[in-house]
């Protein structure tokens, strides 16, 4: 029997459009488990699962919008078909045990490093909104103590809006209920927030 206390825990909410069956909700883990590639897989399929016998609404673990190199491999990512196909299965999973499911969008900035394997393969700058290194930094899957290198200040911030808004799609294509922005942990949209991480004297400046 539950205690009056914590009753109101399983009763139904609504947010937005969306008829929660209980008040848990699982906030995000970021994982490395999408192996070999950044598509998600069998295992998180599963994880996802077994969650959503209970939990209310579910927010994913960090997903990357783009190749961004990560401070560790096998993160999952939504910028191509087949992540998105991943994801779709796992989506189907959490709808058929009733619950609700949201993509955690990311984007690293300048806290992301030119030899992770993901941003190697982008062959792309890291992108950040200044050229300022970010503190700290011990890579786990990199040889030795590398630490932050200073990232290239990205001429039209917009572009990131493309891909944040490509990702949202891809998301909606994979069945997500919905989305959350990562915009804490010193990640990209928190570099645009703080003057230590944004020194730009345009439109983006820190206000």
């Known amino acids: ?80 078909k087949e992540e998105v196909a991943g994801w779709k299965n796992i989506t189907d999973a959490v709808h058929k045990e009733g619950s609700h499911i949201f993509a955690q969008l990311w984007h690293l900035g300048q806290v992301s490093h030119p030899d992770a394997p993901e941003q190697k393969e982008a062959g792309i700058p890291v992108y950040a909104p200044s050229a300022i290194s970010a503190r700290g ?39 997500f209920d919905g989305v959350e922005l990562h915009g804490a942990n010193g990640y990209l949209i928190h570099q645009f927030l703080d003057s230590t991480s944004d020194a730009r004297q345009d439109s983006w400046e820190v206000q």
């Open 137 to 175: 930094g011990k890579f786990r899957f990199l040889s030795g103590q590398p630490g932050y290198v200073i990232p290239t200040a990205i001429d039209d911030p917009a572009e990131l809006l493309d891909l944040f808004e490509k990702a949202a799609t891809n998301a909606k294509e994979a069945g």
């Open 1 to 80: 029997m539950v205690s009056a206390s914590i009753a109101p825990l399983f009763q139904p909410i609504q947010l937005g459009s969306l008829t929660l069956r209980n008040r848990i909700f699982m906030s995000a883990l970021t994982r490395n488990r999408a192996v070999p590639t950044n598509s998600p897989n069998s295992v998180m399929l599963e994880h996802y699962r077994k969650r959503a016998t209970s939990a209310g609404l579910i927010i994913t673990e960090g997903v990357l919008i783009t190749p961004q190199g990560s401070e560790w491999p096998h993160v999952s990512g939504i910028w191509n």
